[in-house]
Nanobody
Framework: QVQLVESGGGLVQAGGSLRLSCAASARIFSVKTMAWYRQGPGKQRELVAGITDGGDTNYADSVKGRFTISRDSAKNTVHLEMNSLKPEDTAVYYC?????????????WGQGTQVTVSS
């Protein structure tokens, strides 16, 4: 079973930057979409940003212009560059890969990494 491992979370002051990374534990040959979600205290998990295998991206309105998602398909990694961070960005951030298998589409999730933005 492929595992996803996130890294790069931590504590940062408002206005600062962080770069999250997510890597797969094994080679995956057909990752259709890579994405980052987050879940803040007392909130539901929400989509932050996604990127398709064709390079198309989409972002939550709250992070547009501040966050940038990128992927290296050959290395099965995805990154999230987060700039101008705000206290409301505080959350556990999860990466997910949507994999095309013979049996159909399969979503694999990482364990999450904490991002805390202090005011």
């Amino acid at each position: 079973q492929v595992q996803l491992v996130e890294s790069g979370g931590g504590l940062v002051q408002a206005g600062g930057s962080l770069r999250l990374s997510c890597a797969a534990s094994a080679r995956i040959f057909s990752v259709k979409t890579m994405a980052w979600y987050r879940q803040g205290p007392g909130k539901q998990r929400e989509l932050v940003a996604g990127i398709t295998d064709g390079g198309d991206t989409n972002y939550a309105d709250s992070v547009k212009g501040r966050f940038t998602i990128s992927r290296d398909s050959a290395k099965n990694t995805v990154h999230l560059e987060m700039n101008s961070l705000k206290p409301e960005d505080t959350a556990v951030y999860y990466c997910t890969f949507r994999i095309l298998r013979i049996s159909g589409l399969d979503d694999v999730w990482g364990q999450g990494t904490q991002v805390t933005v202090s005011s």
